[in-house]
């Protein structure tokens, strides 16, 4: 059995658990605290998703993690092997990751820091990015063919952390997108199911 670090507040754990579910790899992976010393021994960084698999090795990051899933199973494939596809596929799962981070850093520099301490043009610094990520894909709709791919999984992660954590500012104006995580949340019903928590 391997052991996933699980935060539900992560949308970088997120991401695992969507792809967990796709591959239908639920019986084979137990969900552990991320403060769980079984895995914080094998991961200097102590960062979360860690993945310590049966014969004790450490995979690390959520990219990593999810691609080493994909091997498990042959289908459905999410990291397509097509050149031009899986470059496509990378290259939409990093801006996902880039909205998520600068989301992330929004939401520590309000949490972690006294207000009088915030640094404003920092703040706006990481908004921008994320207005600018969300201004794309509604100009862009990433089109979905018989099952979602990694790519997907982490736009649809990245637009959930922001509902979760900036309260769906980027709705506003962004209909299109609006309707394409509402279709991706019913075609994945493992959406739903990892809603974050605090």
């Not at 894909?137 to 509902?163: F, K, M, R």
């Amino acid at each position: 059995m391997m052991i996933l670090t699980a935060s539900k507040a992560s949308p970088f754990v997120r991401k695992v658990l969507l792809t967990i579910a796709l591959k239908d790899l639920q019986g084979q992976v137990e969900q552990a605290d991320d403060h769980d010393r079984r895995i914080r021994a094998h991961n200097p960084l102590h960062k979360i998703p860690t993945l310590l698999l049966e014969d004790g090795e450490a995979v690390q990051d959520s990219h990593v993690i999810c691609e080493y899933l994909d091997m498990l199973k042959p289908e459905p494939r999410l990291f397509p092997s097509n050149i031009k596809q899986r470059s496509r596929t990378l290259t939409l799962a990093s801006l996902g990751d880039g909205i998520m981070e600068a989301a992330l850093l929004v939401m520590f520099e309000s949490r972690f820091r006294p207000a009088d301490k915030w640094v404003q043009s920092w703040v706006d610094r990481q908004q921008s990015k994320i207005d600018a990520g969300v201004d794309w894909l509604e100009n862009n709709i990433p089109v979905i063919g018989e099952h979602p791919d990694y790519g997907h999984i982490t736009i649809a992660c990245a637009l959930g952390y922001l509902d979760f954590r900036l309260k769906g500012a980027w709705r506003h104006g962004h209909p299109k997108l609006v309707a394409w995580l509402d279709s991706f949340a019913e075609r994945t019903p493992a959406f739903g199911q990892s809603m974050p928590e605090d």
